[in-house]
């Protein structure tokens, strides 16, 4: 049966403060139902709205974390993992800001931090499970980013030998996913080795065709690339377990284009903007997930270089609600079918 998606939903990662009503769970929760969400996008890093290694372990936490998004009015929608995920691979030019993203017990020591983040990875897969979730968001991290353009020449091999090390960190977590029923939708990103469908399809080769290996659909990061973001709708819709609706512009001049000449984010030829203030085509998309079935979240993940976030994110609830499709349970043109038999299709045809 056709299902209607899910929404609206918000990821709290860019709300998430120290002033209230941002700073617990119980009230962003509350902030964000008040604007009209129904779902929330959990930020696994953030102390002060969850503990990730508590909830792996303890299912009574996870009852009480649902207890206080129902009272909310919210339901959780997926947990993010993106900042650990991101460190389970990491270029030596990134360390220093990656270290950033991980307690500080294990800055400057590369190993010592990629092993936290994998045990992160595999908490976030029981943590999921525990709280009746059957998908997450994520980042893959990334060897080869650093070497995106084809000049100086790559020496032969470095991309294969890259995302072969990158399927062998994943397949193990992986596995710890499909052991708890969870997928990870990764969300393509540049700065990670899975930036667009055909690093996607590597990466997916490289673990295996492993069936938790998903996608986080997000399309601001496919037009800044000026990639055909319906099309990958059509290729890759049995892979999409997730969806941020994020929108974004690009504006080429005569001195910037894709890579906007190392500009901060408002003088950028590319820049990500509120819903409704860019170039993205949502009803395209919406009609494209609703053609394939998607009947998980649609979650507004807000990103502006320009508009203050608490209008963004009040602009985004009734934006992704007007943009979702009640599904019909049938056809428009039902009223003028008619019976049929086998001895009428064969008369239609002169048989």
Known sequence: MPTTMKGPGLFLAQFAGDAAPFNSLASITKWAAGLGYKGVQIPTWDARLFDLEKAASSKAYCDEVKGICADAGVEITELSTHLQGQLVAVHPAYDAQMDGFAPPSVHNDPKARQKWAVEQMKFGAKASRNLGLNASVSFTGSLAFPYLYPFPQRPAGLIEEAFGELGKRWKPILDVYEDNGVDVGYEI??????????????????????????????????????????????????????????????????????YSGYQGWVNRAGRFRSLGDGQVDFSGIFSKLTQYNYDSWAVLEWECCLKHPEDGAAEGAPFIQHHIIRVTERAFDDFASGTSDKKLLRAMMGI
């Open 189 to 258: 990103h540049p700065s990670e080795d899975v930036f667009d469908g055909a690093t996607f399809e590597m990466f997916l080769d490289a673990v295996g065709g492993h069936k938790r290996c998903n996608i986080n659909y997000d399309p601001s990061h496919f037009l800044l690339q000026q990639l055909d973001y319906l099309e990958f709708i059509d290729i890759y819709h049995e892979r999409i377990k997730a969806f941020h609706v994020k929108d974004a512009e690009f504006n080429p001049t005569g001195r910037q284009g894709v």
